[in-house]
């Protein structure tokens, strides 16, 4: 026979006056936690009370109800309502609505106060993004939004940008198959056809990581901190209907630039109103670009210009700073070092008199009608402007006044008696001729899938290599004056004893400058090419030139250690251990003479002991990684830091794995083949140099993993250690 289903009576609810309740000792609660009791107040002072407490009668030692009432659940609302109540603003009368617990109920008060805390679902944070939006949609502005809510108007963007991502990713994050972090990441970009193409690549892989998202979503775009950028500001470029993509969860250092074409455009007309300006001085031609390649003054004659003369003004004030600095100079004279302020003092005054020497140069009216300008940007981004260099074609003819024959003497046109051939055979352009481009051509290889077997490196991606041993090779003979010597003597020597089969030398002894037509973007700002400016830089403040009589008075007066000095420089500038291109029809370089080259050019890389990760050269995604198939990268982690860890990239596409390698392989000291030193590439692998691309192929047992394997948490996540240290022993 069924029974009836029992039927549930609910407790009653009564609103009961405020100084009728007391906290009760059976509250669960200790610990505070979440929203402050002051936060509360405010909150119910606001939008009143939105949920009861939960009473039960205080009853005597004798089991009479006293008229007081014990909260047991409810006791953070209490406190609030008391604050409101010490400030006056409730009533000590005020009722409270109270659900109120029957005193001979067999549930404990203890198990009411947790339940009601245990039983409480938080709100998904998915939720309260969207309940953001609805308030804001309902006009309530963010500033409101974060006051009602006690958090800063950062946050309210924060949780608002997240909920504008795209419904098909908030979808994946509700249903827990996406992180915080990584639904962060994709509000960089708010293109959800992208973010939604992003995901898509991401989500079987295991690189999910949030940095790698963002990565991917600005991948087309130019970071704020780009030199051009920075250049035509940001503000320019947003005014010009440019977009700014921001993180609003992380420091993204001024965000990323979304139209690349536009940037480059408005550097482009800001250098060139620059030069129109500079036109107005007479040159023949202005030069504009972005990038000035190292060498770009090779060949040029370099005019020498008298600085401008300072006026009255500007001469007492240099002498006013001058005095000053002499003074101070004199007045602690006698101690060890400066103290603080002093030394800053002493600084402030040398940049102070500098300015006064970095003053515009006067050039000769007639040069500048021959000569040109380079304008780019500097190392510090801001505009730099290099005047008066005269292109061969534009040096004056010798010719005298008798080559014209007798058309000077000609009357009616227009010649003076006195006209000199220096005029007639160079005379200034009518109108200045300004250039834009210039760039270094960079070449990048496309996108495709191997087969996994090694080819050879593509031959400008070694053009660009061997530039970078050329210039190093240069700088490292520039300071060895003894190798410089034997280098020279061994060049002479074949000259006269091989003249039929001496093509092919790594030396130019003309000296004919090497310029390098292929050459990586970095490397005019490489360490290397630094140190031959500056050494090139002091060598020419010293020498007298300009007149041959008293430049060879003054290298003879040299000491020996000097001239050696001196050739050892010249001699550099020689070097030439690039690739080329080898012309099978006779023209150029043979394939014998490049093989010559080479192996020369790495016979003097022994004699200098040249190393070219100290020389500043290392493998990046730009300078080699994306450069080369994936088989390529694989191969050079593989050298670098085992099979173990090469093949645990194997699986990434092959802009992630480049990234990847690029991190591992910083501060191996690998280099690729055509780097390597012959002497040390055939040593043993386990005793190669450092800075040679030495090798380790040793198997890493169990116990070394952990401090032989460096891999970001998403390559290792979930792999057993016996199965990591089983690749890794292969």
Same mark, same amino acid.
């Given at each position: 026979?069924?029974?009836?289903?029992?039927?549930?009576?609910?407790?009653s609810?009564?609103?009961?006056?405020?100084?009728?309740?007391?906290?009760?000792?059976?509250?669960?609660?200790?610990?505070?936690?979440?929203?402050?009791?002051?936060e509360?107040a405010?909150?119910?002072?606001?939008?009143?009370?939105? +949920?009861?407490l939960?009473?039960?009668?205080?009853?005597?030692?004798?089991?009479?109800?006293?008229?007081?009432f014990?909260i047991?659940?409810?006791?953070?609302?209490f406190?609030?309502?008391s604050?409101?109540?010490? +400030?006056?603003?409730?009533?000590?009368?005020?009722?409270?609505?109270?659900?109120?617990r029957?005193?001979?109920?067999?549930?404990?008060?203890e198990?009411?106060?947790?339940?009601?805390?245990?039983q409480?679902?938080?709100?998904?944070?998915?939720?309260?993004?969207?309940?953001?939006?609805?308030l804001?949609e309902?006009?309530?502005?963010e500033?409101?939004?974060?006051?009602?809510f006690f958090?800063?108007p950062q946050?309210?963007?924060?949780?608002?940008?997240?909920?504008?991502? =795209?419904?098909?990713l908030l979808?994946?994050?509700?249903?827990?198959?996406?992180?915080?972090?990584?639904?962060m990441?994709?509000t960089?970009?708010?293109?959800h056809?992208?973010?939604?193409q992003?995901?898509?690549?991401?989500?079987?892989?295991?690189?999910?990581?949030?940095?790698?998202i963002?990565?991917?979503?600005?991948?087309?775009?130019?970071?704020a901190?780009d030199?051009?950028?920075?250049?035509?500001?940001?503000?320019?470029?947003?005014t010009?209907g440019g977009?700014?993509?921001?993180?609003?969860f992380?420091? %993204?250092?001024?965000?990323?630039?979304?139209?690349?074409?536009?940037?480059?455009?408005?550097?482009?007309?800001?250098?060139?109103?620059? =030069?129109?300006?500079?036109?107005?001085?007479g040159?023949?031609?202005?030069?504009?670009?972005?990038?000035?390649?190292?060498?770009?003054s090779?060949g040029?004659?370099r005019?020498?210009? %008298?600085?401008? &003369?300072l006026?009255?003004?500007?001469?007492?004030?240099?002498?006013?700073?001058?005095?000053?600095?002499?003074?101070l100079?004199?007045?602690?004279?006698?101690?060890d070092?400066?103290p603080?302020?002093?030394?800053?003092?002493l600084?402030?005054?040398?940049?102070?008199?500098?300015a006064?020497?970095?003053?515009?140069?006067?050039?000769?009216?007639?040069?500048?009608?021959?000569?040109?300008?380079?304008?780019?940007?500097d190392?510090?981004?801001?505009?730099?402007?290099?005047?008066?260099?005269?292109? &061969?074609?534009?040096?004056?003819?010798?010719?005298?006044?008798?080559?014209?024959?007798?058309e000077? %003497?000609?009357?009616? +046109?227009?010649?003076?008696?006195?006209v000199?051939?220096?005029?007639?055979?160079?005379?200034?352009?009518?109108?200045?001729?300004?250039?834009?481009?210039?760039?270094?051509?960079?070449?990048?290889l496309?996108?495709?899938?191997?087969?996994? =077997?090694?080819?050879?490196?593509?031959?400008?991606?070694?053009?660009?290599?061997?530039?970078?041993?050329?210039?190093?090779?240069?700088?490292a003979?520039g300071?060895s004056?003894?190798?410089?010597?034997?280098?020279?003597?061994m060049?002479?020597?074949n000259?006269?004893?091989?003249s039929?089969g001496?093509?092919?030398?790594?030396?130019?002894?003309?000296v004919?400058?090497?310029?390098?037509?292929? +050459?990586?973007?970095?490397?005019?700002?490489?360490?290397?090419?630094?140190a031959?400016?500056?050494?090139h830089?002091?060598?020419e403040a010293?020498?007298?030139?300009?007149?041959?009589?008293?430049?060879?008075?003054?290298?003879?007066a040299?000491?020996?250690?000097?001239r050696?000095?001196?050739?050892?420089?010249?001699?550099?500038?020689?070097?030439? =251990?690039?690739h080329?291109k080898?012309? &099978?029809?006779g023209?150029?370089?043979?394939?014998?003479?490049?093989?010559?080259?080479i192996?020369?050019?790495?016979?003097?890389?022994?004699?200098?002991?040249?190393?070219?990760v100290?020389?500043?050269?290392?493998?990046?995604?730009?300078?080699?990684?994306?450069?080369?198939?994936k088989?390529?990268?694989?191969?050079?982690?593989?050298?670098?830091?085992?099979?173990?860890?090469?093949?645990?990239?194997?699986h990434l596409k092959?802009?992630?794995?480049?990234?990847?390698?690029?991190?591992?392989?910083?501060g191996?000291g690998?280099?690729?083949?055509?780097?390597?030193?012959s002497?040390?590439?055939?040593?043993d692998g %386990?005793?190669?140099a450092?800075?040679?691309?030495?090798?380790?192929?040793e &198997?890493?047992?169990?116990?070394?993993i952990?401090a032989?394997?460096?891999?970001?948490?998403?390559l290792?996540?979930?792999l057993?250690?016996e199965?990591?240290?089983?690749?890794?022993?292969?």
């Open positions: 026979m069924a029974q009836a289903a029992q039927k549930i009576t609910l407790s609810s009564r609103d009961i006056p405020f100084d009728k309740l007391v906290l009760s000792q059976s509250n669960v609660r200790r610990i505070k936690a979440g929203v402050s009791v002051e509360l405010e909150d119910i002072a606001r939008r009143g009370l939105l +949920q009861g939960s009473v039960r009668p205080v009853l005597d030692a004798d089991g009479v109800e006293t008229g007081k014990e047991p659940a409810g006791g953070r609302r406190q609030a309502l604050l409101l109540v010490k +400030q006056k603003r409730l009533a000590k009368t005020a009722p409270v609505p109270c659900v109120l029957d005193a001979t109920s067999d549930i404990l008060a198990d009411d106060s947790l339940a009601e805390n245990m409480r679902v938080a709100l998904h944070p998915l939720d309260q993004f969207r309940a953001f939006v609805a804001r309902k006009g309530q502005g500033e409101a939004i974060a006051a009602a958090v800063t946050i309210v963007k924060q949780r608002l940008k997240l909920a504008s991502v =795209a419904p098909a979808d994946v994050y509700a249903e827990d198959s996406m992180t915080l972090e990584q639904l990441a994709f960089v970009n708010p293109d056809v992208r973010q939604a992003v995901w898509d690549a991401v989500k079987n892989s295991w690189n999910k990581e949030p940095y790698s963002r990565r991917m979503l600005t991948e087309t775009s130019v970071r901190s030199r051009r950028a920075v250049f035509v500001g940001v503000d320019a470029y947003e010009a977009v700014v993509l921001r993180d609003l992380q420091g %993204d250092d001024g965000g990323w630039l979304e139209d690349p074409a536009l940037l480059d455009r408005l550097v482009a007309d800001k250098l060139q109103a620059e =030069a129109q300006a500079i036109a107005a001085e040159w023949k031609w202005i030069e504009v670009s972005t990038e000035l390649p190292y060498g770009y090779y040029l004659r005019l020498a210009g %008298d600085p401008s &003369p006026s009255a003004d500007e001469a007492a004030e240099h002498a006013k700073l001058l005095a000053k600095y002499r003074a100079e004199q007045e602690y004279s006698g101690q070092e400066y603080e302020e002093i030394d800053t003092r600084g402030e005054l040398e940049s102070a008199m500098e006064f020497d970095q003053r515009p140069l006067i050039f000769d009216a007639a040069e500048v009608g021959r000569a040109g300008v380079f304008v780019t940007l190392r510090d981004v801001g505009l730099a402007v290099y005047r008066g260099y005269v292109r &061969p074609e534009d040096e004056p003819r010798e010719e005298t006044v008798a080559n014209f024959g007798d000077l %003497d000609k009357e009616g +046109q227009g010649t003076d008696g006195d000199s051939a220096h005029q007639l055979s160079a005379g200034p352009s009518a109108a200045t001729v300004i250039t834009s481009g210039g760039q270094p051509f960079s070449a990048g496309p996108y495709d899938e191997d087969d996994g =077997a090694l080819k050879p490196l593509p031959e400008r991606l070694v053009m660009e290599l061997t530039a970078h041993r050329t210039l190093a090779l240069r700088e003979i300071r004056p003894d190798v410089a010597l034997t280098l020279l003597l060049k002479l020597v000259d006269t004893f091989r039929s001496a093509s092919g030398s790594c030396l130019e002894a003309s004919r400058t090497v310029y390098m037509s292929a +050459q990586a973007p970095d490397l005019k700002d490489s360490p290397v090419a630094k031959v400016d500056d050494r830089a002091a060598w010293d020498l007298p030139l300009g007149d041959d009589a008293v430049l060879w008075d003054y290298l003879s040299f000491d020996q250690a000097s050696l000095a001196l050739l050892a420089h010249c001699l550099s500038f020689g070097i030439n =251990a690039l080329e080898v012309n &099978p029809y023209a150029g370089i043979s394939t014998s003479g490049l093989a010559r080259r192996a020369q050019s790495d016979l003097v890389a022994q004699a200098v002991d040249l190393d070219l100290a020389a500043g050269w290392e493998p990046t995604a730009d300078t080699y990684l994306n450069r080369v198939p088989a390529r990268i694989l191969e050079a982690v593989r050298e670098a830091k085992g099979e173990g860890t090469a093949q645990l990239l194997d092959k802009g992630e794995m480049a990234t990847e390698a690029e991190r591992l392989l910083k191996s690998w280099l690729p083949e055509v780097l390597r030193r002497d040390l590439a055939a040593l %386990d005793v190669a450092e800075g040679q691309g030495a090798l380790s192929e &198997p890493l047992g169990a116990a070394d952990d032989e394997i460096d891999l970001p948490a998403f290792m996540a979930d057993p250690v199965s990591t240290a089983l690749m890794a022993a292969e």
